[in-house]
Nanobody, 126 residues
């Protein structure tokens, strides 16, 4: 089992920045990649981005490309989501998730992930 704990959410004005963290523990050797997803009220969970543990390859949704950056610290088993130029439409609960599969094909679909964090609220005011 992989346990994921997110932190760093909060309230920020439009145009501001936040950095989310996701600390992984447990059987982390089984994880090939980490994804970030978000879910706004009344909407489906949507892909934000993903990063592979080994090579650090990153993948982003078009809606956040150029504004959000994912990074990882392998020694700390932690991934980060740096969010800049935030917009009100970025308001959501943000989740990190662990994926044991290799290959970008698996990273965009939340159904392909094995473990999830509890989520952290991000609210962007206009």
């Amino acid at each position: 089992q992989v346990v994921l704990v997110e932190s760093g959410g909060g309230l920020v004005q439009a145009g501001g920045s936040l950095r989310l963290s996701c600390a992984a523990s447990g059987r982390t050797f089984s994880s090939a990649a980490m994804g970030w997803f978000r879910q706004a009220p009344g909407k489906e969970r949507e892909f934000v981005g993903a990063i592979t543990w080994s090579a650090g390859y990153t993948y982003y949704a078009d809606s956040v490309k150029g504004r959000f950056t994912i990074s990882r610290d392998n020694a700390k088993k932690t991934v980060y989501l740096q969010m800049n130029s935030l917009k009100p439409e970025d308001t959501a609960v943000y989740y990190c998730a662990s994926n044991r599969r290799s290959g970008s094909y698996y990273y965009y679909d939340p159904e392909e992930y094995d473990y999830w964090g509890q989520g952290t609220q991000v609210t962007v005011s206009s």
